[in-house]
């Protein structure tokens, strides 16, 4: 149901061809120029998995705390009841593990400062992630791709429009975060960044050239760095998992070794089961999620040779195996 709080903070943009390529999510969050305006919170998770199961302001936020920093700061810290982690716990434990960015927060890469209270469109870089931002994005979902943009200018326009409102994009229906936005945005007003040295941004970063990100694509270069052996991994210990589960049926092995195997193949399962429930393929914890895909291989062989090994042994005795 909603709140006091989307008398305000639910200003919506309705278009003629949104609504014609899909009647049933034809509202957008209302835009002054290429940002979303303030006041939009509400409007950009209307279309989210977090709005679905029924999350709203008061979900997150303490109503009676508004700001949760001191007034003399250059951004806002809001006043919070419930972190990301109180829901998304395998998320945040192994988030927690990360050894790189372990201490940031989760808004500071999924809830990036990009709203814009003001309509000054010769200083919003949509593309690059600033620079005329004060508010928080409540979109959350972050889209790994090298090009596609959360922002983008009507039908027709080129990326240098600056002529009206852009809009917010959807994907499969719901709208998304860009890897620029996410990891390569400038915002002076943004309090992840003030906090954590300004973070990859080109302007604020105090970080090496090298990880200062000018575009989008060094972003989704880095990230596919993480991900990449994460998932080709966890595709190889599937594929012999499914190898494995006849061979275990028809197995004559004795009970202890018998027990042996299908104890590695539950630690395997078990591992490939954290990795999905986590989603970030890597990203989250880049080292700890890459040694327990090594772990969950090691297993899965080891369980494999062992099966194997009986086979072969079975079939120079004719059958005949250990009590």
């Not at 309509?119 to 508010?135: E, H, L, M, V």
């Not at 922002?151 to 429009?161: A, E, H, V």
């Not at 004559?252 to 999905?276: D, P, T």
Request: aromatic share 8%; net charge positive.
């Amino acid at each position: 149901m909603p709140s006091n709080c989307e008398r305000c903070h639910q200003r919506f943009a309705w278009n003629a061809d949104e609504a014609k390529i899909d009647p049933k999510r034809s509202f957008s969050a209302y835009f002054k120029s290429s940002h979303p305006s303030c006041g939009t919170e509400g409007s950009q998770s209307y279309y989210t998995a977090h709005k679905e199961h029924g999350m709203g302001c008061g979900t997150c936020h303490d109503p009676h705390e508004v700001t949760a920093n001191d007034w003399k700061d250059p951004y806002t810290v809001p006043g919070i009841r419930k972190k990301c982690q109180d829901c998304h716990k395998t998320q945040g434990e192994l988030f927690a593990k990360n050894e790189i960015h372990g201490n940031n927060s989760c808004a500071s890469c999924h809830m990036p400062v990009m709203g814009s209270c003001e309509n000054f469109a010769s200083i919003q870089f949509p593309d690059y992630g600033g620079f005329d931002t004060q508010r928080a994005s409540h979109i959350w979902k972050i889209l790994v791709d090298p090009e596609i943009k959360t922002l983008n200018p009507p039908p027709g326009k080129d990326r240098n429009f600056k002529g009206g409102a852009w809009r917010l994009t959807k994907k499969d229906g719901k709208p998304y975060i860009d890897l620029m936005w996410s990891c390569g945005r400038t915002s002076w007003g943004d309090s992840a960044m003030a906090q954590a040295g300004g973070c990859h941004s080109p302007a604020q970063s105090s970080l090496p050239t090298n990880l200062q990100f000018t575009n989008q694509r060094m972003i989704y270069d880095k990230v596919v760095t993480w991900q990449n052996p994460v998932k080709s991994g966890l595709a190889d210990v599937e594929s012999t998992l499914k190898e494995l589960t006849p061979m275990l049926s028809k197995s004559m092995l004795g009970q202890a070794e018998k027990a042996q195997v299908q104890l590695m193949v539950n630690q395997a399962r078990e591992i490939v089961a954290l990795v999905k429930k986590d989603g970030s393929w890597g990203v989250h914890a880049p080292t700890y999620l890459k040694d327990k895909v090594a772990e969950a291989q090691v297993l899965v062989q080891g369980a494999k040779a062992t099966l194997k090994g009986n086979v072969q042994a079975s079939a120079k005795t004719g059958g005949a195996t250990k009590g």
